[in-house]
């Protein structure tokens, strides 16, 4: 019913930026809460960064300062800016968009596949 595709993981050295979308489609009728996870080798999966509808955000600790998360609505996309990255930010980053669909009408929680972020000189 719906499909999330995440795009702008790679290997970057230490200091440098990145970019992550997920991009949403299917059967949506809205999209409350989009957030980005992530996952390190060997370690839980940790809450990066989540917005509502409306904006409000949410940061971990670990990123506050450096990490931007936004979204465009009309495109059901959300983006991480990633900058001043550390080699403690590898890891796997999942988006995950709280979507209500249309037919069926119900809420669900969907998540993207992850591309891999390599932080490393």
């Known amino acids: 019913q719906v499909q999330l595709v995440e795009s702008g993981g790679g290997l970057v050295q230490p200091g440098g930026s990145l970019r992550l979308s997920c991009a949403a489609s299917g059967r949506i009728f809205s999209i409350n809460v989009m957030g980005w996870y992530r996952q390190a080798p060997g370690k839980q999966r940790e809450l990066v960064a989540t917005?509502?509808?409306?904006?409000?955000?949410n940061y971990a600790d670990s990123v506050k300062g450096r990490f931007t998360i936004s979204r465009d609505n009309a495109k059901n996309t959300v983006y991480l800016q990633m900058n001043s990255l550390k080699p403690e930010d590898t890891a796997v980053y999942y988006c995950?968009?709280?979507?209500?669909?249309?037919?069926?009408?119900?809420?669900?929680?969907?998540w993207g596949q992850g591309p891999p972020v390599t932080v490393s000189s």
């Open positions: 995950k968009q709280g979507v209500i669909t249309t037919s069926p009408f119900r809420g669900n929680e969907y």
């Open positions: 917005i509502t509808r409306g904006g409000s955000t």
